[in-house]
């Protein structure tokens, strides 16, 4: 069984690729696959700290996580209807092109 | 020891397929990539005992997000593009330094606090009955005061993508047919 | 100890769910019966039926029993939570009549069931005491924020500045989650008091200061303090105005009422120090930065600004610089003198934004030119704008300028040695000093420049004055007579023991 470090450690690791790829990436669409990437790292930590936890009735830790894919769900789904609507508009889902707020 | 060989293999999958979102240079590819890491944290969940997780992950995460992504990809992006925009590459050594940062604050922090040496894992597995009895249940301990508010989130995902993403006819704006 | 069934929870969340009603009465109604009329017939229509549901959600929220805290380990019901429920609604009444006055979008039944769902968020945020509640009810709150950012979909700025608002809320969404996963991680528990309970004598590990810094950006974003700003002028200029008179006001309120609870409930004891020369790693010195960088920032971008909306937005960036030092207080005054601070300048939001939708509507633009003259042009529009920007600009009479006074004097005297945390109250002050520069600059607009030739009469709706006079009365009331609120607040935080 590896310790529960590794997990931890590997969570981390996902969130910073996820962190690089959300503010790296300039397409709208890659920085929402940057925001999974989190998401999926902080579930990682919730499951593995529920799994090393000595009370076994307790679920919090796998509620978490279920309430968290839900939401991601909505979320990609609002996140794409945006992208979409933005798309009508620009042609394009380049970032660094939508550019009609400044100041 | 099987479970470290599964752990380390399926983390080195995770991590390169994750290496391959941040650094694939075509939209298509980086949802692929996308794919594969949800597939790694579902085989995760599986060592973690979390299998009914595991299956919530496959089926919703792979069957629905990744499969609306690429929707969305197929729809306004064109997937033969080889090559598209990235940032100048003064910004991304900035962000990927910053990120590497970031990634040593966090390790640091945690192995200064040496979580291994407390936690020694109990046998326990959240098995589907327990689950749907907590997650329906009112009283303490129960979840069925987030899972209302989580079907009102619902609501107005569906609602709003619905408004969002049609194409209204009447403000001449939507060419591009149905959404 | 009773057990609870469903309809147990249901009437424990009367107001809510008299509101979810209302929403589903609301799109219902006005796709099936109203379809054929006219878009000012079907939103007068809708939002009399919002107000009338959120009128009685006001009712229904004076008459509860207060939760037994064994019953439900996720939410709160007290006199406090209720009260800024009944404020968060009456924000969203002021909202929904606002609304009449701009014509952006045909889905009218829509747009409103979301404002009902935006405040259903809200009212949960305020009521949750426990990470997942927290977590499921804030992303409520932002999902359908950022779609009633994106309704006017015939402008560009709307989808870009909607855009804009959900990708930023999403990292930030992905960092309040990642800490929460290490609290969890740390405690075993994601009830707010059982988790302060547990940190009690660990208040400096590590890990409890990165968790903590995480969830401080995540909710630092909702309250729009610098450097997790960027979204808010994009979005206060590219929203409907009334969607972003909401995200401005209800949102605000939410996210400060929770970031109190968050810090003063949930990280009780990992306060860490503040004071000059005496700093100590916790929450308080994180939100120094914060308050820091927002009142600076805050202040200089907005005199550069020449649109009434990002005026507003970065002078919106600048109050949450303000009135973080009164949660670094953490005493009971503070905590009063942060509520007031919110409610009162939530309620001028509401009343400032509303006359840049009329303006807006009826000239077509919220640049400084549009204003020209208002005073002439519509002498009690005027009127409203003077009274809520100076307010904003803290002068006596206004509400603005009590809730600046209570701010700054429970900061100062929070810490009796080496003068606690005088050093951000005297930067507040100083920057209150360059705000009145800019409020002034656009009330010259309005009342000592003429209005350039040809410029129409600006004539608001019924409905929408009667609203911005109101609101205008309730400013200088507040401002006038402040112990009005300040004494239902102490009553409440009492009771509450927040």
Partial sequence: ?103 | MPFKFFFYLIALFVLYSAYFVVTARNLFRSAMGLLAVLIGIAGMYLLLNAQFLSAVQVVVYIGGIVVLMVFAILLIADVTQKVFEQSPRWRQGLIGAASLLWFSLLAGSMLSYRFGAAAAAVDKSGSIREIGRALLSPAAGGYALPFEVISLLLIAALVGAVTVARADADNGEGKEGKA | MNTVNYLGLLRLLAPETVLTITGLIVLFFDAGVMRRQSIPRRQQVAAFLLSAGAMLAIGWSRHYSLADPNSTSMLVIDPLTQLMKQVILFLTIFTALVSLESKFTPHVGEYFALLALATLGMMFLVSSVDLLMLFVSLELTSLSLYILTAFQKDKLESSEAALKYFLLGGVSAAFLLFGMSWVYGLTGETNLIRIAGQLRDRATDPVLLAAMVMMLIGLGFKIAAAPFHLWAPDVYQGAPTPSAALIASGSKVAGFFVLARMTLAGLAGAEGSGVWNGFAPGWVPVLAVLAVLSMTLGNLAAIAQTRVKRLLAYSAIAHAGYMLPALMAHNTMGTIALLYYVTTYALTMVGAFGVVAVVEQQTGSDAYDAFTGLSRRSPALAVCLLVFLLSLAGLPPFAGFFAKFYVFTAAASASTRSLGLLWLVILALAMSVVSLYYYLQLLKQAFAVDPPAGAKIIRPLPATLFTLVFLALLVLLLGALPHLLVNKLQAALVVSGL
């Fill in chain 1, 1 to 103: 069984m590896p310790a529960l470090n590794h997990y931890l450690v590997l969570a981390a690791i996902l969130f910073s690729l996820g962190l690089t790829a959300a503010l790296t990436r300039r397409n709208a669409i890659m920085v929402l696959i940057g925001i999974e990437l989190m998401l999926n790292a902080a579930n990682l930590n919730f499951i593995a700290f529920w799994r090393f936890r000595p009370n076994p009735d307790e679920m919090v830790g796998i509620m978490f996580v279920l309430f968290s894919i839900a939401i991601a769900a909505a979320e990609a789904a609002i996140g794409l209807a945006l992208i979409i609507s933005l798309y009508r508009h620009y042609r394009t889902t380049d970032l660094d092109q939508v550019d009609a707020l400044k100041g």
